[in-house]
């Protein structure tokens, strides 16, 4: 099992580009996550999905769409890149529901906007 | 408004213990997680409470009182290896994980 994979690894845009990350899981997880983490900050909640064909906004949602048109496959789009956007973006998945089941992170994805 | 606190930077000495305290206060509770993070990977879970007490796994122990919204990990016997920041996060009343800001965790020899 590869577990939680991202691709691309590291990025630079311009700003007013756009760009689409995306996480796959090999693990047949219900749950999948976009996060973005900044120095002295949380991993702070971009988006979710609870299962194939649905999404939804976590905490910091603007400027971002997402879309899981496969349950195995979640992606990440910047329509118009801001500098405020370089960051770097953590993927998870979780198994389902149960409290105790913990989040998978995929790799990360680094992110410049200049 | 929901928040997670924890110290920012501790250090501590190799072979010592290290206690790293987090606070919170959250619109419900389904469990505490404790991660550890390398500079520059990902988290990786370290434990989960969600009852009050004690759990311990090997090296590493992570204690939880509910009515007082703490809990610590308790790390032993440290090794360089540990050098890492710690991240606590909180499950919600909507099974969303509320993530502290991490403590970095310095080991000298």
């Known amino acids: 099992n590869a577990g939680v994979t991202q691709t691309p690894k590291f990025r630079v845009l311009k700003t007013g580009q756009s760009m689409t990350l995306l996480c796959a899981q090999d693990?047949?997880?219900?749950?999948m996550y976009w996060y973005r983490q900044d120095p002295g900050m949380g991993l702070r909640l971009i988006h979710y999905?609870?299962?194939?064909?649905?999404?939804a906004k976590g905490e910091v949602p603007d400027g971002y769409n997402v879309s899981r048109l496969k349950k195995q496959n979640f992606l990440l789009g910047l329509e118009s890149a801001a500098p405020s956007q370089t960051s770097v973006y953590f993927c998870?998945?979780?198994?389902?529901?149960?409290?105790?089941?913990?989040?998978?992170f995929g790799p990360g994805t680094r992110l410049l906007v200049l | 408004g929901q928040n997670i606190d924890q110290p920012t930077e501790m250090t501590a000495t190799e072979g010592a213990i290290v206690q790293i305290n987090c606070t919170y206060q959250t619109s419900g509770f389904n469990g505490l997680f404790w991660y550890q993070q390398h500079a520059g990977e990902a988290p990786t879970f370290l434990s989960y409470n969600v009852l009050d007490g004690l759990e311990e796994k090997g090296r590493f122990s992570s204690f939880l009182s509910r009515s007082k919204g703490y809990s610590y990990l308790l790390l032993k016997e440290l090794q360089m290896k540990d050098s890492a920041s710690y991240l606590c996060a909180v499950m919600d009343s909507n099974y969303q994980l509320i993530w502290g800001a991490g403590t970095k965790l310095i080991i000298k020899p």
């Open positions: 998870a998945s979780r198994p389902g529901l149960a409290d105790q089941e913990t989040q998978y």
């Open positions: 999905s609870v299962g194939e064909g649905t999404t």
């Open positions: 693990m047949n997880h219900e749950y």
